[in-house]
């Protein structure tokens, strides 16, 4: 009996550490896909186009795909979406940034969306 319980309880402490594992796993995962979505919402925020409506780039490091990015114009505004991958897992992250933010944190010009108009 007593070797019955200790039995039980190192399969108990096996089976909660491994599931600890998994889920520290997924977490590390997801962090990973999270950062690099950032690195697409960052080089989107660099990269506004002047005379473009649209512009999708897809990063790329290490012979990995990182980001896929895409960068709208909106009426007073940039939409900025960011897909980051890792392994299997991807994390989106949307930006929504209005062209007094951009100009004021140094992103455009005064002027760079004014190009943009709902008929491009």
Known sequence: MKYHFIFS???????????????S?????????????RKGIFWGLMNIPVKKAK??????NNDML????????ELNGVKIESTGYNNTNEVTIV???SADSLIKDGYIKK??????????
């Open 9 to 23: 309880f190192i399969l108990f402490q096996l089976i909660i550490s491994s599931s600890v594992f998994s889920q």
């Open 111 to 120: 002027g760079d969306l004014e190009i943009y108009s709902d008929d491009e």
């Open 66 to 73: 990182i980001a896929k990015v895409k960068i709208a114009k």
């Open 55 to 60: 512009l999708e780039k897809s990063l790329i």
């Open 95 to 97: 930006l929504y940034r």
């Open 25 to 37: 796993k997924v977490d590390t995962d997801i962090e990973a896909a999270l950062t690099n979505a």
